[in-house]
T-cell receptor
Framework: AQKVTQAQTEISVVEKEDVTLDCVYE???????LFWYKQPPSGELVFLIR??????QNEISGRYSWNFQKSTSSFNFTITASQVVDSAVYFC????????????FGQGTRLTINP | GAVVSQHPSRVICKSGTSVKIECRSL??????MFWYRQFPKQSLMLMAT?????????EQGVEKDKFLINHASLTLSTLTVTSAHPEDSSFYIC????????????FGPGTRLTVL
């Protein structure tokens, strides 16, 4: 069975600090996708990244970066120089590559950036 | 591109009534659509997967007769909550995927259901 664990329920930092959101996953599949989504107070899910398990290269997109470590089954997300607009709930998710590609979500991390 | 809409965005109904939620892919054809449920301050839980023209596949623990899903066209899926009760109050989110296993799911904005 697939499982995603986000151990940090809530994180609160002051603006401009760097913050890392942890994600650990379990799967028996040898190939899979990993995702991060942002859910602002409006409720709509905002897609941030999809990573194929073949590709262990870290990725950077502006202030966002992702660290994929297959050896530890982790896919951590770092926001550099955080801003108030980054305040949201962030979900890590996992899906199979073949078949229905059903998404399994972690419990989410509520991030609050204080001015 | 890849926009998914949901209607209504918010609905309040009395206990015992049925509520229909629509999910539309506006600029692409969605072979597969997914329905999720999210309780306050909790994660998204997949309810069912539907493919156009066939019966939906429900996740374990989801009542098929309670949550009727119809995926009649490549751009529309509906979720009907039958005989709704207060415990059905939740945020319902749909997603849609094009006919490609390399494609990702595109999420709708969600529908907040409150049953009085």
């Amino acid at each position: 069975a697939q499982k995603v664990t986000q151990a940090q329920t809530e994180i609160s930092v002051v603006e401009k600090e760097d913050v890392t959101l942890d994600c650990v996953y379990e799967t028996r599949d040898t190939t899979y996708y990993l995702f991060w989504y942002k859910q602002p107070p409006s409720g709509e899910l905002v897609f941030l990244i999809r990573r194929n398990s073949f590709d262990e290269q870290n990725e950077i997109s502006g202030r966002y970066s992702w660290n994929f470590q297959k050896s530890t089954s982790s896919f951590n997300f770092t926001i550099t120089a955080s801003q108030v607009v980054d305040s949201a709930v962030y979900f890590c998710a996992l899906s199979e590559i073949q078949g229905a590609q059903k998404l399994v979500f972690g419990q989410g991390t509520r991030l609050t950036i204080n001015p | 591109g890849a926009v998914v809409s949901q209607h209504p965005s918010r609905v309040i109904c009395k206990s015992g009534t049925s509520v229909k939620i629509e999910c539309r892919s506006l600029d692409f054809q969605a072979t597969t659509m997914f329905w999720y449920r999210q309780f306050p301050k909790q994660s998204l839980m997949l309810m069912a997967t539907s493919n156009e023209g066939s019966k939906a596949t429900y996740e374990q623990g989801v009542e098929k007769d309670k949550f009727l899903i119809n995926h009649a066209s490549l751009t529309l899926s509906t979720l009907t909550v039958t005989s709704a009760h207060p415990e059905d109050s939740s945020f319902y989110i749909c997603s849609a995927r094009r006919d490609s296993y390399t494609d990702t799911q595109y999420f709708g904005p969600g529908t907040r259901l409150t049953v009085l």
